[in-house]
């Protein structure tokens, strides 16, 4: 019986094994005993390193991960890149969302329209540089986020994080900030019970205020790649005032009922919905959220914080719905066929 078991455990540790998801070092990255900054790093990682994560989700925006020498610690997650696991067994006909890009990278459909987006410099379609302030959002917002458990958010904490931002740098109902040549001003945000980072793995509950298509922009390089879907939520019944913006992209494939008339006729309804996707701070424009005195050159919004990329898109179907229970929610794809004309 004791060998039954030992040989149940070395199987199951092998099975483990055998599931655990792979990264590659991309940028120079200490190995660390913590998921912090603080104390000496163990060993400088360099590209192109392989890795084995020992968890899939990130704490303070760092991976537990093992090198190739069967060194444990942990190091920065923006200077890795998490392949994507293998779902060609188990993926569900009408999934949650589109087929993604490895975490950790960026979505690119055309290579004629990189990840910092272009814009038009004598007569020819120019990329942005990749750490010029419009570069780096672009890319923020076709950035894949890692992790498989998304961080629960609400519109009290995503008000609470533009007031971060607001009282840190300038008032963004006025002003424009820009980040570069980085970002790292957006990362370990405080909210509660913890801290969030520009391009983790989000989610919130909500209801559509407006669905519409955008017009051409330099992330989608002026309409070459296509456009978003622009997509405010807020309360039940609100307007687009006290909301915040989703996106789905273009360079993400679309499945069933990822469209404007499904998505309409789940803001007619005032259905609660589930968005999932990347944390994105959108400076490019202002903060417009007062119906007594508007802005008419920016959307409608409470913050700047946004999900964009939408990765997946959930309805409820009963009186409500849980966030952190995606079996009480059906699919976006699942209820456009259910309901269709």
């Known amino acids: 019986m004791k060998r039954v078991a030992t040989l149940l455990v070395i199987t199951f540790a092998t ?8 990264a590659t070092v991309t940028r120079n990255v200490n190995l660390r005993p913590t998921p ?9 990682l360099q590209p192109p390193e392989p890795l084995t994560l020992l968890a899939p989700d990130p704490t303070a925006g760092y991976y537990h991960v093992r090198t190739q020498q069967h060194e444990d610690g942990w ?3 923006r200077n890795i890149a998490i392949a994507a696991p293998d779902t060609s067994k188990t993926a569900a006909p009408d999934s949650a969302g589109p087929p993604l890009p490895a975490p950790g990278t960026f979505a690119v459909e055309h290579p004629s329209c990189p990840a910092v987006g272009s814009h038009t410099v004598n007569g020819a379609m120019t990329p942005y540089p990749a750490n010029s302030d419009v570069g780096l959002r672009n890319m923020a917002k076709r950035h894949i986020p890692a992790g498989v458990t998304p961080v629960t958010l609400d519109l009290a904490t995503l008000h609470a994080l533009q007031e971060d931002i607001s009282s840190r740098f300038a008032d963004a109902h006025h002003t424009k900030t820009a980040f570069q040549p980085t970002r790292d001003a957006l990362l370990n945000r405080p909210m509660s019970g913890g801290t969030v980072s520009e391009g983790d793995l989000v989610q919130i509950a909500a209801y559509l205020t407006a669905v519409r298509q955008e017009g051409a922009e330099s992330v989608n390089c002026a309409g070459g790649d296509g456009t978003d879907f622009h997509l405010n939520i807020g309360v039940k ?30 803001e007619a309804q005032q259905l609660q919905v589930l968005v999932v996707g990347g944390l994105t701070y959108d400076n490019e424009h202002f903060i417009n959220d007062d119906a007594a005195d508007p802005n008419r050159t920016a959307p409608k919004r409470m913050s700047l914080w946004e999900i964009h990329p939408i990765t997946a898109f959930y309805v409820c179907e009963i009186a409500s719905c849980s966030p952190t229970n995606h079996d009480e929610w ?6 456009a066929k259910a309901h269709s004309p």
């Open 15 to 22: 099975c483990l094994s055998l599931a655990a998801q792979q």
């Open 36 to 44: 912090s900054a603080a104390g000496m790093s163990k060993l400088l």
């Open 75 to 77: 190091v920065w997650g």
């Open 237 to 266: 019944h609100s307007t687009e005032w006290q909301g915040i913006v989703v996106e789905m992209i273009p360079q993400l494939a679309r499945p069933v009922g990822w469209d404007i008339v499904t998505l309409t006729a789940i």
């Open 330 to 335: 059906t699919t976006l794809t699942t209820w």
